[in-house]
């Protein structure tokens, strides 16, 4: 064994003449273990709601979106929609068409994103799981039909119950007369809101889903879409991704979750390293107890390191005695909060213990065990330890 690791240990487990050291010693690996373990829960409870929030956000975007490159609308023909329906891995194809439109209802009038959809999507959509009154069915035979989000809802006095009809106005470029004003160059389209959905506060307050047919009619197209949207029967990855980006040609751009949403996505990573950032700074407050406990039994060892240096130790010999003696408190604590908060996790994670406040759509606080949040939490901590043992043993006693 190393010289100075062995006799770290032996500082480490040996029987201390001051008992003061041994109490600071105790309370600064008590102390790492605790901001240990709460790195590690508080991480995988962020990823327990982030993982609800994607959740619901996967409910209304697909897999994988094709758009076209310039952002514009377009015509697929048979061939593009073959070679996306034949690629391994895709369960679904469905055509969108997408446009910001006015609304009136009764006397209220609002601007809502529609979302007109093809029976595919009808059929196969996750949002029969999310409707909140009514029946998910955009079709009454040949009867168009809505569903409105309950934000929206809400602030426009929506019920699905009422006969009223919703109307969708959109202005169409060389519609209408001039001089009767810009009213007439407005398209509309009437449709029945047959249900209410709730997905997230974003989708709740500005979303409409229709025919797509209703759609085109309103924006004066006849085959446009505004993108092609795929489902895919696992979670699609960059090989996937670059498959169907060869099938659609250079004309397209294929977008996965994160780049239909980038500032969704960038703002949950950064809220996780802003927490990340928060507990490891109460760590290294929290390590600080490692500083005084040090400098304290570098004085009570004063005369073993004479001893020491009599016998030729060299001063970097006994400076590592004590980073190292300082690192193993760190360690000791990491291991007893990587063990205590990664236990935690789990039951949490699968039993629910702590309970949410009443009013909230789950029972119990969200937890999600990730081992990237281990290793990142265990090599923060570990370099915190070590830094702070290096800082108090290259003191001057």
């Known amino acids: 064994m190393n010289t100075a690791l062995y006799i770290a240990v032996r ?5 201390k003449s001051h008992n ?28 327990g709601f982030d993982r609800i929030i994607e959740s619901n956000l996967s409910d209304l975007d697909p897999d994988l979106l094709v758009v076209s490159a310039d952002g514009r609308r377009f015509t697929p023909d048979d061939g593009l929609l073959s070679s996306l329906e034949e690629n391994a891995g895709i369960d679904g194809v469905s055509m969108v068409l997408e446009e910001q439109v006015l609304l009136v209802y009764g006397d209220r009038q609002g601007l809502a994103l529609a979302k007109g959809v093809d029976t595919d999507y009808e ?10 009154a009514g029946e998910f069915s955009l079709h009454f035979g040949d009867v168009p039909q809505a569903a409105v989000g309950v934000g929206l809802a809400h602030e426009m006095g929506i ?17 209408g007369n001039p001089l009767a004003g810009p009213a007439s160059s407005l398209g509309s389209v009437s449709v029945r809101p047959t249900c209410l959905f709730s997905i997230n506060s974003e989708a709740d307050a500005g979303t409409v889903i229709l025919p797509i047919e209703l759609m085109r009619q309103l924006l004066g197209e006849e085959t446009a879409v505004s993108g092609i949207e795929l489902r895919t029967a696992e979670p ?43 507990l490891i700074f109460v760590v290294i407050i929290v390590a600080f107890n490692i500083f005084g406990s040090l400098s304290m039994l570098r004085i009570e060892k004063s005369d073993d390191m004479r001893t020491l240096g009599a016998m030729g130790a060299t ?26 908060g990664t236990a935690a996790a789990i039951v949490q994670q699968h039993c ?20 990237g949040d281990v290793l990142m939490t265990a090599a923060g901590v570990a370099l915190t330890g070590f830094l702070i043992s290096l800082l108090a043993a290259g003191g001057k006693h």
């Open 11 to 15: 500082y480490l487990f040996a029987r």
């Open 236 to 278: 699609a990855d960059g090989k996937l991704l670059r498959r169907i980006e060869a099938a659609a040609g250079p004309g397209f751009k294929v977008l996965d979750r994160e780049m239909q949403r980038p500032a969704i996505y960038k703002m949950m990573k950064y809220e996780k390293l802003a927490i990340y950032s928060i």
């Open 20 to 47: 003061v050291i041994n109490v600071i010693s105790a309370i600064s690996a008590a102390g790492m273990a605790i901001g240990t373990a709460a790195l590690i829960l508080i991480l995988s409870v962020y990823n």
């Open 159 to 175: 019920n699905p119950r009422f006969l009223e009809k919703l109307q969708l106005c959109y202005p169409r470029p060389g519609a």
């Open 315 to 340: 001063e970097s010999l006994t400076k590592r005695i004590f980073v190292l003696e300082g690192w193993l408190i760190s360690l000791a604590g990491l291991a007893a909060g990587l063990l205590l």
């Open 123 to 132: 059929r196969n959509s996750p949002l029969h799981g999310h409707v909140t």
């Open 352 to 371: 629910g213990l702590i309970k949410m406040p009443q009013g909230f759509m789950i029972s119990a606080y969200p937890c999600m065990l990730e081992t």
